[in-house]
Nanobody, 124 residues
């Protein structure tokens, strides 16, 4: 079992940056694929980024590619999401999630553990 806690959200102007953190407790954090998902008001949850267990491979949604960077520090049991050039349409609650699948899935259905979410608001 692993518990995930997100932090780092807030209010930022368009064009600004934020860095989200996802801190994990529990054993064997490095054995989990970790993804970031987001849900805007009135919309379904969507995939944003995912990182493999070793951190060697990452994938991004087209909407954030080139602006967001996912990384992890297994020694600190933490995954990060650096968000640059933020746009108003990035406004959402951001969730990190852990999966014990072998592949870096983009589907929320493959994730077993979820954090409580952190709000990101981008003003125009």
């Amino acid at each position: 079992q692993v518990q995930l806690v997100e932090s780092g959200g807030g209010l930022v102007q368009a064009g600004g940056s934020l860095k989200l953190s996802c801190a994990a407790s529990g054993r064997t954090f490095s054995s989990y694929v970790v993804g970031w998902f987001r849900q805007a008001p009135g919309k379904e949850r969507e995939f944003a980024a995912v990182i493999t267990r070793s951190g060697g491979t990452t994938y991004y949604a087209d909407s954030v590619k080139g602006r967001f960077t996912i990384s992890r520090d297994n020694a600190k049991n933490t995954v990060y999401l650096q968000m640059n050039s933020l746009k108003p349409e990035d406004t959402a609650v951001y969730y990190c999630a852990g999966s014990n699948t072998l592949w870096p899935s983009r589907s929320g259905r493959d994730y077993n553990y979820w954090g409580q979410g952190t709000q990101v608001t981008v003003s125009s």
